[in-house]
């Protein structure tokens, strides 16, 4: 059973950034595609970034393309996303999912979640 833990979220202004992490534990997470989704207020939960489990291969939102980097540690128990150039619209709670399905964008794809953490870009 994989479990993941996401830390990093917190307080920002816009124009600022942050690093979400997530850490796994148990089952063969290695093998697991990686994704960060988030959830903004009053939203439905929505696709981000994704990294394969390799590390080599990424795919993005349209709306996190050329401000966010997803990146996996070599030991592949740690997924982070780098998040620049913040926005108030990025404003959300982030979530951490794996999938053993690659080009996965729907919630319904992902088998395991975080339990999410908070990220607030004030104007």
């Known amino acids: 059973q994989v479990q993941l833990v996401e830390s990093g979220g917190g307080m920002v202004q816009t124009g600022g950034s942050l690093r979400l992490s997530c850490a796994a534990s148990?089952?063969?997470?290695?093998?697991?595609?990686m994704a960060w989704f988030r959830q903004p207020p009053g939203k439905e939960r929505e696709f981000v970034a994704a990294?394969?489990?390799?590390?080599?291969?990424?795919y993005y939102a349209d709306s996190v393309k050329g401000r966010f980097t997803i990146s996996r540690d070599s030991l592949k128990t740690t997924v982070a996303l780098q998040m620049n150039s913040l926005k108030p619209e990025d404003t959300a709670v982030y979530y951490c999912?794996?999938?053993?399905?690659?080009?996965?964008?729907?919630?319904?794809?992902?088998?395991?979640w975080g339990q999410g953490t908070q990220v607030t870009v004030s104007s």
């Open positions: 148990g089952g063969t997470f290695s093998s697991y595609n």
């Open positions: 999912a794996a999938t053993n399905k690659w080009l996965a964008l729907k919630v319904n794809e992902f088998n395991y």
């Open positions: 990294v394969a489990w390799t590390g080599r291969n990424t």
